[in-house]
């Protein structure tokens, strides 16, 4: 159940003693890559419903997590299992493993949790395809500047779906939210014990709902010992990582701001 939600909860002190042979792993794996997918794609799966063909981020994020997984597997000294599973977690965001990860790899575990899964998933972050559209939104616009007169190919790949302003707004905005978020965070934590490094990778973690495992390379963190008010704003933003800050902005303007 953890596992499907994107948690982090281990009933024994380490993954290890439970997950100890390659069947395990891949049933693992096959966990988090449920919670990573589109809620609907087994409904619509199992169903042989016809809009399957509407599961194209689907694709792209399997296609990913082969990339990812290859990349890692080919870098490092783990084996494929190990390696899927790692990279499953980290884009799952649960940040749990069932071996001890080199120090030099956090940062690319930490790109992966930010991206996250499909937008329709239990997943946190950024999302896959958000990042697709502003990345795609981002070169249209470029060669606009360079050949205005040319009629540019705006669909999303593979897919019959248009990639319109109000989505790039979308996406852009969701990207700026994240990003100030874990500066502000950030800094919250700075007048605490941590370092700007540690306090930078627990704020990815925290507006992730990724627990802090050694995968991140992050220290050990006793958190009984951060402040009151440090415990409130990181229980504050996992709360509103979860719920998406682009639904409490178009809450606000709804409520507040009104035509």
Known sequence: MTVISSGGFLPTDSLDNIIKTNYQSVSLSLGFLISILNFYLLYNLFLKRENLKDHKEDLYIIISIFVFTMIFYLLSDFNIFQSLLTVL????????????????????????????????????????????????????EMYRLVQPNVILNNKIMFSDKKITNETIKISF??????????????????????????????????????VSSDIYSIEKIEFVKLSSFSK????????????????????????????
């Open 89 to 140: 977690s980290s884009i799952g965001n649960s940040g749990i493993s069932i071996t001890s990860i080199p120090n030099n790899y956090g940062l690319y575990f930490l790109t992966l949790t930010i991206i996250g899964g499909c937008v329709l998933s239990s997943t946190s972050g950024i999302k896959f395809l958000r990042i697709y559209i502003l990345i795609k939104g981002f070169l249209i």
């Open 173 to 210: 905005l969701v990207f700026i939210l994240f990003f100030l978020s874990i500066f502000l965070l950030s800094g919250i934590l700075l007048f605490d014990f941590l370092d700007f490094e540690n306090s930078f990778k627990l704020s990815i973690l925290t507006l992730t709902n990724t």
């Open 232 to 259: 409130i704003s990181i229980i504050l933003f996992m709360v509103i990582a979860k719920v998406e800050l682009i639904s409490i902005f178009i809450l606000i303007q709804k409520v507040f701001i009104k035509n």
